[in-house]
């Protein structure tokens, strides 16, 4: 079965501290992953996807396949980095935009 | 370039009714994908048009279905809405050429079934 699980449902920082939302899949093909951002009162907007290996924001994000996860990191929390992260997957190659998304973690950063 | 354009964004609704919400997407993008939110499920994919076709469909009764015009603008329909339905339906465009293209947002159509 295609899934995409986010355990944490929030997650509570302070500024300046390191962050990682966890994201872990299952696919049984070869997967394209991504992480989308919504912060208040805004559009849900791609972040960035394994497939570029690029930093946004000061955030990154390295597939493994071994353990099949994606997590999302950044050294140093920002407050204006408070948002709602979704993980998604969609398939490699495939002639589909579909994505199948994880449940979301909305990251607090604490002054 | 506009953003990708949903109608309306609010919409209340009784039960056994239907409902057509319209997405017109960014300029020059042929693909449209539907997606339905709701705090329990989730976001959850609908089906996706390209060309005025579908090309994938997700997990949800014939009761919903959806379509594509030639200028790529695509409505969803819904009948015989159940309480179930509330949620907020959210519209992807694309480029939808080769493989995955960065799909971008609107800001929704948010259902409500009395």
């Known amino acids: 079965a295609q899934r995409v699980t986010q355990p944490e449902k929030l997650l509570s920082v302070f500024k300046g501290a390191p962050v990682e939302l966890k994201c872990n899949y299952s696919?049984?093909?070869?997967?394209?992953l991504f992480w989308y951002v919504q912060y208040s009162r805004q559009r849900l907007q791609l972040l960035l996807r394994?497939?570029s290996r690029e930093s946004i924001k000061g955030f990154t994000a390295d597939l493994n396949k071994g353990e099949t996860s994606f997590h999302l990191k950044k050294p140093f929390a920002q407050e204006e980095d408070s948002a709602m992260y979704y993980c998604a997957l969609s398939s490699y190659g495939g002639a589909t935009n579909k994505l199948i998304f994880g449940t979301g973690t909305l990251l607090a950063v604490q002054p | 370039k506009a953003g990708v354009t949903q109608t309306p964004r609010y919409l209340i609704k009784t039960r056994g009714q239907q409902v057509t919400l319209s997405c017109s997407p960014i300029s020059g993008h042929r693909s449209v994908s539907w997606y339905q939110q709701t705090p329990g499920q989730g976001l959850q994919f609908l089906f996706e048009?390209?060309?005025?076709?579908?090309?994938n469909k997700g997990n949800f009764p014939g009761r919903f279905s959806g379509r594509q015009f030639s200028n790529s603008r695509s409505e969803m329909n819904v009948s015989t809405l159940e309480l179930g339905d509330s949620a907020l339906y959210l519209c992807a465009s694309s480029l939808g050429e080769g493989s995955y293209q960065p799909q971008h947002f609107g800001d929704g159509t948010r259902l409500s079934i009395l």
């Open positions: 048009y390209f060309s005025e076709t579908q090309r």
């Open positions: 696919y049984s093909g070869s997967p394209e």
């Open positions: 394994h497939i």
